[in-house]
């Protein structure tokens, strides 16, 4: 054991979903070693306890293991729990972490980030519930990492992670384990598997790009081995380093194939893709795109359905900017509803206390309290599951949501790689406005509220400032902007639009016809493009 002495980083500050930099900066030295330990620094109980391990099979996640494995057996740490090849999908390390009741898990990915040595890397810090930790922990970690004067490691051959069994660095033991199987065998449990195999045996077709990154070898094991579906129904269904070049990130931009096909005349009867590390989802029926906020409205509205859900659910939670289509499946339900921060850390106490059952966000993710994260696969198998058990397809369930409850229609315009001093800019214009908007008119609309989102944590009182500004208008519209806390490059400029049409109102318009009344009155008030000077955003979803 060495004790190797370090000067501090001033940017390890974690983000909404851990510390995410492009690989260059990981690799510089001492870099990842300043943070891991910054970590067993601010969580004493590590020494002496049992750790999990893996991450997305992004370029630099089999190095980064190795030197966590080397910094954990120097810390004191009792025994690793480290996924084969080093692969752990975000949920299934989540779902290990509960199982064998460890202490914590570093789970390794930039998620939805591109990969590749000049792609970016991420490390992130689950805690015992198996979930990303609070804010205070974070915040804790990062007063560390600015002082943090040196770092333990052991001199240790490489650990062979490729083979399933015992290892150990001096007295830490180390167990290599399949990274599928409690994972597969969990879903098993939660979801009508018999019922999806009949389906599919029955020729009911599906597509699930895998975008080369880490649900590959779980959409083998469940969709292929266990459920029946043929081979070929998997797309880019082998993990690599650089993830074929493309960005893992589920969507019409970069899930290009999977979305030419689910709009043609070949298209199966189902189609969904994941991200990089495993925890997003999004779901398509022939011709359809299912949106994730109404996505996340209809599991809460279906889940009944379900194996593992017949009990019904506690309640339900969406991230601030997630559309409020949910609220509305609550309110009918009778069960609370909560608007939480972006960032699925948030979720986690509502979860351990269970006052809620199911939670989602606009960008993709939804999960329920089987895991303490958001869960791509979980998703994509509760449509299978509601579509087998109601016999409708994807296209019927989405009309007759919107039948009942009214649609959300709902858009999200990102400026990414933007002047972070602009961007901080534009956020300071609406915030210097907030006082004097209510009650003005733009466009027709009448703004009825206007505010910066804080969130006080109903379970432990916790207060989460400045997490985005909201402006709510008459008609029930509204537009949302934050700053995005996971890109790596400048800053990325979110902003989020929302209309609301009753059942009785025209539920088949075009989304971004609709919603473009909105998107000027949002650029009236914030000055996007002009202050940006961009004509438009770099994604739309
Ligand atoms: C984005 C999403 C947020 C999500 C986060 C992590 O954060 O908006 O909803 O929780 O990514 O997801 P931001 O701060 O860039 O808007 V993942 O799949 O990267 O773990
Ligand atoms: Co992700």
């Not at 070693?33 to 997305?56: A, C, H, K, M, R």
């Not at 954990?72 to 009792?78: P, T, Y």
């Not at 609220?327 to 009918?332: S, T």
């Not at 003005?440 to 985005?468: M, R, W």
Request: glycine share 10%.
């Amino acid at each position: 054991m060495r004790t190797v002495s370090t000067v501090p980083f001033t940017d390890q500050k974690p983000g909404t979903s851990g510390l995410r930099k492009q690989v260059k900066t990981f690799q510089k030295p001492g870099y990842l070693e300043n943070f891991v330990q910054s970590i067993f620094d601010s969580l004493p109980e590590l020494s002496g306890g049992t750790l999990v391990i893996g991450g997305d099979g992004r370029f630099f996640n089999d190095k980064a293991i190795q030197t966590i494995l080397s910094m954990a057996a120097a810390n004191g740490v009792k025994k690793a729990l480290v996924g084969q090849s080093g692969l752990l999908s975000t949920p299934a390390a989540s779902c290990v972490i509960r199982k064998y009741g460890a202490d914590g898990g570093f789970v390794l990915s930039a998620s939805h980030n591109p990969g590749g040595p000049n792609g970016d890397f991420g490390i992130k810090y689950n805690g015992k519930n198996g979930g990303p930790v609070v804010e205070s922990v974070t915040e804790k970690i990062f007063a560390r990492s600015k002082v943090i004067e040196s770092y333990k490691i052991t001199d240790n051959d490489d650990v062979n992670l490729e083979k399933a069994g015992l290892d150990r660095i001096d007295s830490m033991q180390i167990e290599i384990f399949n990274s599928v199987t409690d994972y597969a065998n969990m879903m098993e449990g939660l979801f009508d598997f018999d019922a999806i195999r009949r389906m599919f045996a029955s020729g009911f077709e599906i597509c699930f790009d895998a975008m080369h990154a880490i649900t590959g070898p779980y959409a083998k094991e469940i969709f292929v081995k266990r459920l029946g579906t043929s081979a070929g129904s998997l797309m880019n269904a082998v993990p690599l380093p650089d993830f074929g070049g493309g960005h893992p990130d589920p969507g019409p931009t970069y899930a290009k194939e999977l979305f030419a096909k689910m709009f043609s005349d070949k298209a199966p009867n189902f189609g969904a893709c994941s991200d990089g590390d495993g925890d997003r989802n999004i779901v398509l029926g022939k011709n359809t795109y299912v949106s994730p906020s109404d996505s996340l409205a209809i599991i809460t509205a279906n889940a009944h359905l379900a194996k593992g859900y017949k009990k019904g659910i506690a309640g339900v939670a969406r991230s601030m900017p997630t559309s409020r289509a949910a609220d509305r499946v609550a309110e009918k339900l009778g069960i609370e509803c909560f608007e939480t921060p972006t960032g699925w850390k948030f979720f986690g106490n509502l979860l351990d206390a269970g006052r809620i059952t199911i939670c989602g966000e606009e960008s993709a993710g939804a999960g329920s309290d089987h895991v303490r994260e958001k869960d791509g696969l979980w998703a994509i198998l509760m449509w299978l599951n509601i579509i087998a058990v109601s016999g409708k397809s994807v296209e019927d369930i989405l009309k007759d949501h919107w039948q009942e409850f009214g649609r959300n229609y709902y858009a999200r315009h990102d400026y990414e790689s933007v002047d972070k001093i602009k961007a901080e800019k534009i956020m300071r214009t609406v915030e210097q406005q907030l006082a004097e908007l209510p009650g003005k008119s733009f466009h027709g609309e009448t703004i009825l509220k206007a505010d910066s989102f804080a969130y006080t944590d109903p379970i432990d009182g916790s207060v989460s400032k400045n997490q985005g500004m909201r402006i709510d208008f008459e008609s029930g519209s509204r537009f949302v902007l934050r700053l995005s806390g996971t890109g790596t490059v400048g800053a990325t400029l979110r902003v989020y639009l929302e209309k609301y049409v009753p059942p009785t109102g025209d539920l088949a318009q075009d989304t971004h016809k609709t919603l473009a009344d909105l998107d000027l009155i949002a650029n009236e008030i914030a000055k996007i493009k002009s202050t940006l000077e961009r004509e438009s955003p770099s994604v739309i979803s």
